[in-house]
């Protein structure tokens, strides 16, 4: 058979919701888990990933296997999944066995797997290169999306995981408030942390929404295909972690002047001369709001946050949400303020992000 014409056509096998209910299958809450049974709509996230022929595809819970079909009739030429529920390895095992090429099944936990080592060499491209054959695929459970997303960002920033292999491209489901938020744009009401940080490392695009209705159980929101691919050069090329954190700082009063967020970088008895010398270098106006910012504005200030900390080292470790105090040698009196409340620590939950 020429699968480069006519694609794979899998043996007959059961329906997913037949095999749903021949293992007893229902989704766990704890696990975010809502099962995808339209192959019409399965076949058109994978469309969004582009051609798959020859390639390697690893595909991030698979579940019970809807899009994993999807994938196998795109004839790529080895699929790599990753499941971290157990209860789903015969559904899978019986895909394993009626593809035509090789699908590697491993149980884990998509958060702890390293994909540096996952994929033949000979799709290894230079970064400055096309993006090679490699795709990851997933229809992510809502609790672990966003978490995940920034893990996947901060690869893309050291080139490591999959991204070891070159620009590996993504096409993933969010929540669809949080895919918006992936690809909102300045001025709106969605801009926040994890756009500036998407959007900094990937082009990043809305593909199109998938109704609730078509997911069992039904959700109560829709939910958003999102495809990425890494930029040749991030628009702000400076470490993860420190923009990371200036960015998190910008968007933690997200509707006060950024001279109030610019200032949380700093201790407080700094933090006024600090922020106003950080958004003069910046050259941007104090009286500003985070979501007002172009990504060239947030570089400027991430810029001008370095310069500082290199008259002011021990800064780097400042965090004005912990009981922590920095001592400077030409500031020993560093006032302390108290912790903000748990919800406010730094988590990768949609809502802070």
Not at 94 to 120: C, H, R, T, W, Y
Not at 158 to 164: F, I, L, P, Q, V
Not at 174 to 183: I, N
Request: hydrophobic content about 40%; proline content about 8%; charged content about 25%.
């Amino acid at each position: 058979m020429n699968f480069a014409k006519s694609g794979v056509r899998l043996p007959p096998l059961p329906s997913i919701g037949d095999l749903l209910r021949l293992y007893r299958l229902r989704a766990l809450k704890r696990l975010s888990q809502n099962f995808l049974l339209d192959s019409r709509v399965c076949d058109k996230i994978v469309k969004v990933a582009g051609p798959l022929e020859g390639g390697h595809v690893c595909e991030v819970g698979p579940g019970p296997g809807s899009i994993t079909r999807s994938i196998i009739r795109k004839s790529p030429a080895k699929l790599l999944l990753v499941e971290k529920d157990p209860r789903f390895t015969p559904t899978l095992e019986m895909l394993q066995e009626a593809s035509p090429f090789p699908v590697q099944l491993v149980q884990g936990d998509i958060m702890n797997f390293d994909m540096a080592d996952v994929f033949d060499k000979d799709h290894v491209r230079p970064w400055s290169d096309r993006p090679p054959n490699v795709h990851l695929i997933g229809n992510l459970p809502f609790s672990v999306a966003t978490p995940l997303i920034i893990r996947w960002i901060y690869a893309i920033s050291e080139r490591t995981s999959a991204w070891k292999y070159g620009r590996v491209k993504m096409t993933l489901t969010f929540q669809a408030e949080v895919a918006e938020r992936v690809v909102s744009p300045i001025m709106t009401r969605s801009r926040c942390r994890l756009s500036v940080m998407c959007q900094n490392w990937c082009h990043v695009e809305y593909r199109f929404t998938i109704p609730g209705s078509v997911f069992v159980p039904k959700p109560d929101v829709d939910v958003g295909v999102v495809h990425f691919v890494p930029r040749l050069v991030p628009i702000i090329d400076l470490p993860f972690k420190i923009v990371e954190k200036v960015v998190r700082s910008l968007f933690c009063y997200r509707q006060k002047y950024i001279l109030k967020s610019v200032g949380t970088l700093f201790p407080v008895a700094l933090r006024e001369k600090l922020a106003l010398r950080c958004l003069e270098e910046a050259e941007v106006p104090t009286t500003a709001r985070s979501f007002q910012l172009t990504l060239p504005e947030i570089g400027r200030i991430c810029y001008a946050y370095t310069s500082i900390l290199r008259d002011y080292p021990k800064l780097e470790t400042y965090n004005h949400r912990l009981r922590s105090d920095v001592t400077l040698e030409d500031d020993p009196l560093i006032e302390r303020e108290p912790p903000e409340s748990e919800d406010d620590l730094y988590d990768t939950s949609s809502r802070a992000l």
